[in-house]
C-alpha cells in the first residue's frame, strides 16, 4: 500500500491540523467526513489536481491531525475550516465535502458566512435525525468502549467501516482506513469522536437551507445503508436550485465504491 502523506501543519486555536496542496488551477477544498480521513480522497486528488489547486486536510481529531483529549465535535470543525481558508488565502474556492465534511462545509457557509464558488456534498449529515445504536451506545459508555482490548477494538472497526461500502472492502483501503484509529491514542479518538457526534449541531442549520447561496451539487450513493438516499432527496428540496444525482452500486464511501464517476461529476459540476 502506498503511503498517504500529509505534509504541512496548521496550528488552529483548537489544535494541530495536517494538510497538503496538489496541482495548479482555481482553489479546490477537499473535508472528508467521520470515521474517515484524507485517505480516502486517494484516489480522486491525482485527477482533480489536473484542473484545480487541491487542498485537503484531516479533521481535527481525525487521520494524522491532532488527537489530544479535546473538542472535536461538528462544533469546532467549521470552525477550524474557516481558519483554514484564511491561512490559505482563500476567499471563494470550490469545496466538496463527505459525509461530516458536507456538514462542515454547510455549517461554515451559513455560520461563518464563508463564500464559496461551488459546493458539492457527498452523502452528507444533515437532515434529522441520524445516527446509530452504535453513536448512542458509544455516548453513554465512551470510557468502556476505550478499555476495550486492542485486538476487540481492531475488530470493532473493522465491521463498522466495512458497512459504508456496497462492494467488499479491500485489503489495502481497509488497512488505510484503521491505522489512524489504531494505537492507545487512536482508540480514545475513535470513540472519542462519536461520543461528541450530536444531532444539535445540524438541528442548528437545517431550519437555513433555504438560506444557501451557492450553487450546490447533492451526490449520493444508492445503495448507502447508513444514511438512505431519502435524505439526499429531502436535502435537495430544502437548498435552492440544487443539483441532484445518484451513483448506482455505490454505498455510503462513495469515493471508494466509485471512484471514478464520483470524480467525473465533481469535475463536470465544478468545470461547468
Known amino acids: 500500500m502506498v503511503k498517504f502523506k500529509l505534509s504541512e501543519t496548521y496550528h488552529s486555536t483548537y489544535g494541530n491540523v495536517k494538510y497538503a496542496v496538489s496541482g495548479e488551477g482555481p482553489p479546490l477544498v477537499l473535508v472528508h467526513g467521520t470515521p474517515w480521513s484524507s485517505f480516502n480522497w486517494r484516489h480522486i486528488i491525482p485527477g482533480l489536481s489536473q484542473w484545480f489547486k487541491v487542498y485537503y486536510y484531516d479533521l481535527l481529531g481525525y487521520g494524522k491531525s491532532e488527537k489530544k483529549e479535546m473538542d472535536v465535535s461538528l462544533g469546532v470543525q467549521n470552525k477550524i475550516l474557516n481558519e483554514l481558508l484564511d491561512h490559505w488565502g482563500l476567499n ?13 462545509a454547510l455549517r461554515a457557509h451559513l455560520l461563518n458566512n464563508r463564500s464559496f464558488k ?3 456534498l457527498i452523502d452528507p449529515v444533515a437532515i434529522a435525525p441520524w445516527g446509530s445504536e452504535f453513536f448512542s451506545h458509544v455516548n453513554h459508555y465512551e470510557k468502556a468502549f476505550q478499555g476495550l482490548p486492542d485486538y476487540i477494538h481492531e475488530s470493532v472497526i473493522s465491521t463498522y467501516v466495512q ?10 483501503t481497509l488497512k488505510g482506513i484503521k491505522e489512524p484509529w489504531l494505537g492507545h491514542v487512536g482508540k480514545e479518538a475513535f470513540y472519542r469522536q462519536i461520543a461528541q457526534a450530536s444531532q444539535k449541531y445540524t438541528d442548528e442549520i437545517e431550519s437555513l437551507y433555504d438560506e444557501v447561496c451557492v450553487p450546490t451539487l447533492i451526490i449520493w450513493g444508492e445503495e448507502d445503508t447508513w ?5 439526499g432527496e429531502q436535502l435537495s428540496g430544502k437548498i435552492p436550485d440544487a443539483s441532484y444525482v445518484t451513483i448506482s452500486n455505490a454505498g455510503h464511501l462513495v469515493q471508494e465504491d466509485q471512484p471514478s464517476i464520483l470524480l467525473a461529476h465533481i469535475l463536470k459540476y465544478a468545470l461547468d
Open 163 to 172: 458497512g459504508a461500502m456496497f462492494r467488499e472492502m479491500d485489503t489495502d
Open 118 to 120: 461551488k459546493m458539492i
Open 92 to 104: 471563494n474556492p470550490i469545496i466538496v465535502g463527505h459525509d461530516f465534511g458536507g456538514t462542515t
Open 227 to 231: 444514511i438512505p438516499i431519502e435524505k
